[in-house]
């Protein structure tokens, strides 16, 4: 089977890692329940930030959020490793931008996640990364972002939300923990 993978905020912790780096470098201390409530994506109205202010400051920190100490989400390597193993084709595709495809899977690679060079689609938007993802032909997709999982409906397709507060309104299989795959995958087959 094809299995495909958005990275950031579906196999690794990268909004709570950059909510507690903006505490950080704002020196502000925001309660974490809040974060845990947010519904949209971005996360710098935590912060009373603009629009503007939050692309601002998201840039700024890129290098920090991505190449860093960001957790990896519990499960995510080991699971892709044993998807791999067991003969499963593996596909990362991220909306991170294009100039950090090399760095991100070098990152990749580092953490131990799987990755072939000829699988790794980077730095699309998310059309672009809808088209991809069609024209792979994918059994199974995995991404937190309602953008991208709204279109995602046709064909043989089985999309898995990784559970975010934010994309919790859609009423597509989730996940909240990747041991939760497996039986999930079981429950698919029958």
Known sequence: MKFGFDIDDTLINLREYAFGLYQEKLGRKVDAS??????RVEIHTLFGMSDEEGHHMWNSVLEELYY???P???????????????????YYLTARPGKHAERTKTWMKQQGFPVADSRFYCGMKDAEKVH?????????YFDDKPAVVEHLTRGSLTVVMKDQSYNRHLAHPRIAHWDELEPLLSKNRN
């Open 34 to 39: 809040h974060f845990h409530e947010l519904d």
């Open 68 to 70: 860093t100490e960001c």
């Open 72 to 90: 990896i989400y519990p499960g995510a390597v080991e699971l892709l490793q044993k998807l791999e193993r067991q003969g499963h084709e593996i």
């Open 132 to 140: 991809i993802i069609e024209e792979l032909e994918l059994d199974y």
